[in-house]
């Protein structure tokens, strides 16, 4: 594994289908605090008028707003599977993310475990090269010569 060419996460293409596209766009817009305030302005933009309206009994939706409770379940009920369908592409997403960060990981592991077994064996080869390098030192001290060649002459 270690040996293998690194692995690359795929590419920035969008290979999203035409779903996962708008699943991603409402889940973007829903979960947004500009979704919330927009949202909360219609719905008083729907109360208002109505419990305005409602005096001279000309409200087209009256007080328990039916029609709007109606309105609100039908919008949760469609934007909450759309939701966790991106929710669940995002996690298919991360899961793949981990798997690759797993395998770069432990080649990584693998290759560092390689380079501590080649400094092991340095380190040997260093300590039989000092130890010859010494016994060569010690040889040396102990020869001496008897007459200097040149000296003589």
Same mark, same amino acid.
């Given at each position: 594994? !270690? %040996? #293998? !060419? $690194?692995? %690359?996460? =795929? !590419?920035?293409?969008?290979?999203?289908? @035409? &779903? #996962?596209?708008? =699943?991603? !766009?409402?889940?973007?817009? &829903? &979960? =947004?605090?500009? @979704?919330?305030f927009w949202f909360s302005a219609a719905l008083a933009g729907w109360a208002a008028p109505n419990l305005l309206l409602a005096r001279s009994a000309r %409200? @087209?939706? $009256?007080? $328990? @707003?039916?029609?709007?409770?109606?309105?609100?379940?039908?919008v949760a009920a469609l934007q909450a599977p759309v939701i966790m369908m991106s929710q669940n592409r995002h996690a298919e997403q991360d899961r793949r993310a981990a798997e690759h960060d797993y395998r770069v990981n432990l080649r990584a592991e693998l290759e560092i475990m390689h380079l501590h077994d080649r400094l092991q064996l340095n380190e040997a080869q260093l300590q039989r090269i000092e130890a010859a390098i010494a016994a060569l030192s010690a040889s040396q001290a102990e020869w001496k010569p008897t007459a200097t060649p040149l000296a003589d002459a």
């Open positions: 594994m !270690a %040996a #293998e !060419a $690194p692995t %690359a996460m =795929s !590419a920035v293409i969008d290979d999203r289908t @035409f &779903g #996962e596209r708008v =699943s991603d !766009a409402v889940t973007r817009v &829903g &979960g =947004s605090w500009a @979704f919330i %409200a @087209f939706d $009256p007080y $328990p @707003f039916i029609f709007l409770n109606l309105i609100l379940s039908t």
